[in-house]
Structures are given as structure tokens and as C-alpha cells.
């Protein structure tokens, strides 16, 4: 698959943030005065952004939303953000994209400080061109996400590759003309990506570094 630009979603793709994320979702909810979800429910909520999924998976909304948001901001930046490990395989492909000249960008739904602490913390910071997500703005939908990240490393469909785990990034792409990889690490739902439209689904880095440099 030639591609000379990379766009890579960061929950569940580049990084295993379950843990952090899982963790810290349940104390909130308690916390809100909400029943805990079972784990298999919380782990939905990786890789999404959170007031949709609060939306679409709880049915949560307007305020109750904000304010479950806002607990679960504190309680992430206080325990949570370094609980997660880089997803197998992630560096070595950063790496042969690098040396390929391929240009790199992560669009998130995270929030920014997040998303570059624990860049910075592992050194994975040094293979992306630009970073971009969530700031002030939680109303950002992903596909306004991925313009940003094509905008800042000049981008332009044709040459445009995606990679994520959940249907978002499968989604946010295409709004901008350009495939998705998916990377099946477990995250979402039975034939999420493959029914979002994924121009391809793979389960490892390995499969993904064959579907990308293998002739």
C-alpha cells in the first residue's frame, strides 16, 4: 500500500490505553452516582470521543455529559494517563515509515496534553510531523480532527492512508476522501471496522508492516 502521508488514531492503535481509561471511567461514573458499567461495556470507551460515546453508549447527556467529562478528566490526569503501554510492534513501524520518508500525524479524539505527555514519556514523539486533538474544543468531531492533521503536514487524499481501531477513525477519514487500516486490537465491537467501511482490517503491526512495505 503506497502512501507518502500517515495518519494514526492513538487509543488502541499507537498505544494500549484500556487500563487508564477503563480505570478511571469507573471511579467517575461512581463518583456522578452512576451504576459501574461491566468491563466489557468501559472498554467501548477507548478510542471514541468520550461525549459521543456517553451518547451512544450510556445515553447520557447535556449536563450529566459534562459533568461525568469533567470527573473523568481529574481523575485521568491524576491516575490514569501513563497507565498504558505502546501496542506491540507500533515503534518498529513509526520507525520503516520514517525511513521511508513517509510523513506521519496522529489525529485523536485524547486531549492534546494527554496525548503528548505520553508520547513524550515513551519517545515516540520524534517519529510524528504534527499531533493534533482535542484542546479547549470537546465538540470536535473526528473527521474536522483529521483536516486539521492533513492541513498541518500538507496532505492530500490521494497519497492519505488512515490507521485506526474503531469505526470513528474508519468514519472521520472518509469524510476527508481518504481509506482507513483498520488495526483490530480488540477494542471495539464484532466487525466494527469492516462494517464502517475499512479499505482493510489487520490484527497485528506485523500484518500491517506486510500490507504496507511487502510487494
Known amino acids: 500500500m503506497a502512501a507518502k502521508y500517515v495518519l494514526f488514531d492513538f487509543d488502541g492503535t499507537l498505544f494500549d490505553t484500556g487500563p487508564g481509561i477503563t480505570n478511571c471511567l469507573r471511579e467517575a461514573l461512581q463518583k456522578c452516582g452512576y451504576a459501574v458499567a461491566p468491563d ?10 468520550l461525549p459521543q460515546a456517553f451518547r451512544e453508549f450510556f445515553g447520557i447527556v447535556g449536563e450529566d455529559s459534562e459533568r461525568l467529562l469533567l470527573t473523568y478528566r481529574a481523575v485521568y490526569a491524576e491516575k490514569g494517563v501513563f497507565d498504558c503501554t505502546p501496542i ?66 500538507g496532505a492530500v487524499p490521494a497519497e492519505t492512508v488512515m490507521i485506526g481501531d474503531r469505526k470513528f477513525d474508519v468514519l472521520g477519514a472518509a469524510a476527508n476522501g481518504i481509506p482507513c487500516v483498520g488495526l483490530d486490537t480488540g477494542f471495539g465491537e464484532e466487525n466494527e471496522l ?5 479499505v482493510a482490517v489487520v490484527k497485528t503491526y506485523a500484518e500491517l508492516e506486510r500490507l504496507f512495505f511487502e510487494k
Open 40 to 49: 466489557d461495556d468501559l472498554k467501548r470507551f477507548v478510542g471514541p470521543p
Open 194 to 198: 469492516q462494517k464502517a467501511g475499512a
Open 88 to 153: 506491540p510492534g507500533a515503534e518498529q513501524f513509526l520507525r520503516r515509515l520514517r525511513e521511508s520518508g513517509v510523513k506521519t500525524a496522529i489525529a485523536t479524539s485524547k486531549p492534546l496534553r494527554f496525548a503528548n505527555a505520553i508520547l513524550e514519556r515513551f519517545g515516540f514523539d520524534k517519529y510524528f510531523c504534527a499531533v493534533c486533538g482535542i484542546d479547549d474544543d470537546e465538540s470536535l468531531k473526528k473527521s474536522q480532527i483529521v483536516a486539521q492533521a492533513m492541513g498541518k503536514i
